[in-house]
């Protein structure tokens, strides 16, 4: 193999290495933190020193600003976070992100090996999934800062070839060309931390030789760079809501202003970055230049933008305002696949989900009367399209279930939730399908023809009734507003009439008041009411038991949900 394609195949193969080793260490801290990572940012972006503060920490430790950003543009679509708190993060990141180039800066190859030994035993021997993902965590940091060296060894025959003096001289002359080579380069890896590690290990390389890159030369690229990672989170906005593509522009504002700034007074600041810095030969310098830079560049534009951040927030809302409501709008469906790598928003999308369709089945219960003469104005006809619109949701809310199981990003609690929200997807969709038959028998009663005693008619009516109050413990509970002893109450009720509806009946039909001819119906009504009652007691355990903490070697129900089994 020729040279050159060593070169080309080293840079490729290392910058793989690199942006494997840095999902990875991303996925797994995820994994490891679960739920804990979205308590943390909600915890800490009570105001936006803190929110700053608190997407520093949480890139710093996921070692990807464009992670961090997609997570924040996700938790403002799923409703975890406002619009100032997410921007706030936002800032955050572009500091957080620094801490790559800074580690980059100090020579880790004789320590990378141990990072990659330990994590792969500590991921071997350990039988807990938490430990699991720490150890996947250093595993991937070692394979993160391997990927760095393999691109820095494979670029030490660059330094002197007559193509990358001539490319270097040119930049070094013409800033706004570095400006948009950072900007091409990030477009292309999505990941400036990549492209700054490619940037500063180039630059080491070269130092010694013609091909000498001073600082002022890679400041233009190191802010084309900055430039160029907003588009991670431009693109993970594109079919969110619109306080996600705020965030998203919030971003770019924050990186190009500061480009526009810095490109300004890219010498002095330059010379400022160098002073800083520590003295020696430019072969030893001049990653931690870059870095002290790019650490400087993005505290000095949180300084500028923090005290700022209404006129930011104000700044997004006039450039995307507020859609004008539609006359007449379809209800907004709160699941998107494109957040199903972000597990915390994806179940907040989830519980929204499931939420809305079980307070619009309430309303669809409520608006059901069993005996109500003839149609009129297709009540019914509309109610059924209503079930039919919510029976349609329950289909695309197990779909999503599916592929976020398929993605493999859920911490174990997360997981546990999740099987919770699958079981009551299929509990609600019961009820759903047992309010389509109560229409349909109540349909077939009509067009039969026929005749219910008014007794009938009443006890019928009552069993409904109390499935309806059922139904509403059933919400007060899953909200927090009762105990389990409320629902107990009301389904033990809502048993007893039913009963009563069978027994009193057989004793009319013996004594005439009642005619046989009904019992098919009577029962087949019954039978439903009956069905929905245990859907409804089914629906409060596994509320019950998604409550409780999780634990793998625990199978049973709380004590709470034992009246419901």
């Known amino acids: 193999m020729n040279t050159t394609l060593e070169i080309i195949f080293g840079l490729v193969g290392g910058l793989a290495v690199f942006l494997f080793g840095m999902t990875m260490m991303s996925e797994s801290i995820q994994k490891a933190a679960g739920a804990r990572m979205r308590k943390i ?66 020579h880790l190859s004789d320590y990378i090996y141990i990072f990659i030994a330990a994590g792969f035993f500590l991921r071997l021997v350990s039988k807990k999934e938490n430990i699991k993902a720490i150890g996947e965590t250093i595993f991937s940091f070692g394979v993160l800062f391997l990927g760095i060296e393999i691109m820095s060894s494979t670029m030490k025959p660059l330094a002197d070839a007559d193509i990358f003096i001539n490319a ?32 500063q290990g180039f630059a080491r ?73 520590p003295s020696g030969a430019l072969e030893d310098v001049i990653a931690r230049q870059i870095a002290n830079a790019h650490t400087c560049f993005n505290i000095i534009m949180t300084c500028v933008w923090l005290p700022l951040l209404p006129v930011m927030v104000k700044i997004v809302r006039r450039i995307i305002p507020d859609k004008a409501p539609a006359a007449v709008s379809e209800p907004a469906y709160h699941l998107d696949e494109r957040m199903l790598s972000q597990p915390e928003a994806s179940l907040q999308m989830l519980r929204e989900e499931v939420e809305y ?28 399209e209503t079930l039919r619109m919510l029976s349609s949701r329950e289909a695309k809310t197990d779909d999503f279930l599916l592929k976020l199981f398929a993605a493999g990003s859920l911490a174990e609690d997360q997981a546990h939730e999740a099987g919770n929200i699958m079981i009551l997807c299929t509990e609600q969709r019961q009820l759903i399908e047992l309010a389509q038959s109560l229409l349909k028998e109540k349909e077939r009663i009509r067009s039969a023809n026929v005749t219910f005693s008014p007794e009938a008619k009443d006890e019928i009516t009552q069993a409904y009734t109390r499935m309806q109050r059922l139904y509403s413990e059933l919400c007060r509970y899953v909200e927090g507003n009762r105990d389990g002893d409320s629902f107990a109450k009301a389904h033990d009720s809502a048993i007893r009439q039913n009963e009563r509806c069978i027994r ?52 049973e129900f709380s004590e709470q949900a034992e009246f419901a089994v």
Not at 183 to 194: D, G, H, P, Y
Not at 513 to 539: K, P, Q, W
Request: net charge neutral; proline share 2%; hydrophobic share 45%.
């Open 168 to 199: 270097i001289s040119k930049v070094q002359n013409n800033p706004f060309l570095g400006l948009l080579v950072g900007t091409v380069m990030t477009l292309v890896v999505q990941s400036s931390s990549a492209t700054i590690a490619v940037l």
């Open 357 to 384: 369709v079980r307070y619009t089945l309430s309303d669809v219960l409520n608006s059901i009367t069993v005996f109500s003469g003839r149609r009129s104005n297709g009540g019914d006809e509309a109610l059924d």
């Open 41 to 106: 940012l909600s915890a800490l972006t009570k105001n936006p020193v803190m929110g700053v503060i608190s997407g520093m920490l949480v890139t710093a430790v996921l070692q990807s600003s464009s992670a961090v950003s997609v997570m924040a543009i996700g938790f403002v679509s799923a409703g975890l976070m406002t619009l100032p708190q997410a921007i706030s993060i936002i800032f955050g990141s572009n500091n957080g992100t620094t801490i790559t180039a800074q580690i980059v800066a100090f």
């Open 205 to 277: 390389e070269a130092a010694s030789s013609a091909s000498a890159l001073t600082l002022s030369g890679a400041l233009p690229v190191l802010l084309g760079d900055n430039i160029g990672t907003t588009v991670t989170a431009g693109l993970a906005s594109i079919t969110q809501s619109r306080d996600a593509k705020r965030v998203a522009l919030a971003h770019f504002i924050f990186n190009l202003s500061g480009a526009v700034i810095f490109m300004i007074i890219r010498v002095p600041f330059s010379s400022l970055a160098e002073m800083i810095s």
């Open 504 to 555: 009193h009946h057989l004793r009319r039909v013996q004594d005439g008041t009642c005619s046989s001819d009904m019992t098919g119906s009577l029962y087949n009504l019954v039978h439903i009411i009956s069905r929905m009652d245990e859907v409804c007691a089914n629906i409060v355990s596994t509320s019950a038991r998604g409550s409780e903490p999780w634990d793998s070697d625990k199978d």
